[in-house]
């Protein structure tokens, strides 16, 4: 089988000899495993900060190890009790054709709700993201404001739906007129902005009337300063990733943090797994809402596990619109 091996550490943005492609045998499953297969693999921004030597809330992999990431796939062996062969899963299982796995990696998936591919986008981890931040540490109050950066993607696309199915304004920020024109489009924001067209702050502070309530921040770097003297007085920002700064070689330095203390705001960074408690509660609302046809979501697949190194730095620069996914096999 083939597996994507972590070949060497990038300075600023990777290049395809980060990512080397292995061939190995494949691990049998001891008793109480399954052998999945994977179908569909998750390509995350986070895994940028893996790559790194630098502190991070996640443990950074070693040169040699197989790239992380969530997959879905089916099993097709099992010598675990409650899965059989055929049944489709979702799990941490790395980018690679198969897995080994023990029950308790794994989540069973049911294709007749959902594709196997909107558990690893607005029905997964992703969709979960959006809705602890969000609801958690954002609090969206009716008739608020609610601001998002890098809305075209997975946890933004999910961040304004949820805003707006909780009575707010939903505005985006967004790379290009394309993508802010989906953005209001396809999930039904009230307003998204180009971060790249010149007048960027301007048009910024004119989709915000009443300015900001919630700024659910994915990108952090100078859009973060643009949006700080928008926020209102007791204003959030739940802080769900830097993605601005994920490829930077010099820290970027926010000019604008005296509006936190000027405006009382609460800035709170969240990571995923440290709210497992939540995730039921998300989860379920997702469905719903997917269910109702109140959920909407893109993805971009690209086709092959050797095209997984590529997909991954296009992603961190913008080429993805939604979910950036990579089949493994043809349907
Ligand atoms: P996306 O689908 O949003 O893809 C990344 C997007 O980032 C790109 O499409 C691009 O959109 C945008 N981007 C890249 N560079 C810049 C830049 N310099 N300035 C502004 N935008 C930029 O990815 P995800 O939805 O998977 O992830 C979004 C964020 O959520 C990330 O920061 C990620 O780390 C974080 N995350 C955090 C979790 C947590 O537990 N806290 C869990 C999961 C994700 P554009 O074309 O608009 O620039």
Request: a neutral charge.
């Amino acid at each position: 089988q083939r597996q994507v091996i972590y070949a060497k550490r990038p300075h600023g943005t990777p290049t395809l000899d980060c990512f080397r492609i292995a061939t190995v045998p494949l691990d049998t499953p001891s008793e109480g495993q399954v052998l999945v297969r994977n179908d569909v693999l998750s390509v995350d921004p986070y895994i940028r900060m893996r790559m790194e030597e630098k502190d991070s809330y996640a443990p950074v992999m070693a040169i040699g190890d197989v790239f992380v990431g969530r997959t879905v796939g089916q099993v097709v062996q099992s010598r675990a009790p409650g899965f059989a062969t055929g049944d489709w899963v979702v799990g941490r299982l790395g980018w690679q054709d198969f897995s080994v796995a023990a029950p308790a990696d794994l989540q069973k998936i049911d294709l007749a709700a959902a594709p196997a591919t909107a558990y690893l986008g607005a029905l997964g981890s992703t969709g979960i993201t959006a809705w602890v931040g969000l609801m958690e540490f954002g609090r969206p109050q009716r008739g608020e404001t609610v601001l998002v950066s890098a809305a075209s993607g997975a946890v933004g696309s999910v961040v304004g739906q949820i805003a707006k199915l909780h009575g707010c304004r939903a505005v985006g920020v967004a790379g290009g007129a394309a993508k802010c024109a989906l953005v209001r489009e396809a999930y039904g924001f009230d307003e998204c902005v180009d971060y790249k067209a010149p007048d960027f702050a301007a048009a910024l502070a004119r989709a915000v009337p009443n300015g900001v309530d919630v700024y659910f921040d994915n990108v952090g770097g100078p859009i973060l300063d643009t949006v700080l003297p928008l926020l209102n007085n007791f204003s959030r920002i739940p802080v769900c990733g830097l993605v601005s700064q994920y490829n930077a070689t010099e820290p970027y330095g926010v000019k604008n943090l005296r509006e936190i203390f000027n405006r009382r705001v609460t800035m709170r960074g969240f990571v995923l797994s440290d709210h497992k408690a939540l995730w039921p509660e998300a989860t379920r609302a997702l469905a719903e809402a997917y269910a109702a046809g109140r959920l909407h979501y893109r993805e971009t697949i690209a086709e092959g596990l050797e095209n997984a190194p590529q997909a991954f730095i296009d992603m961190l620069a913008g080429a993805n619109v939604g979910k950036q996914l990579v089949r493994l096999r043809p349907d």
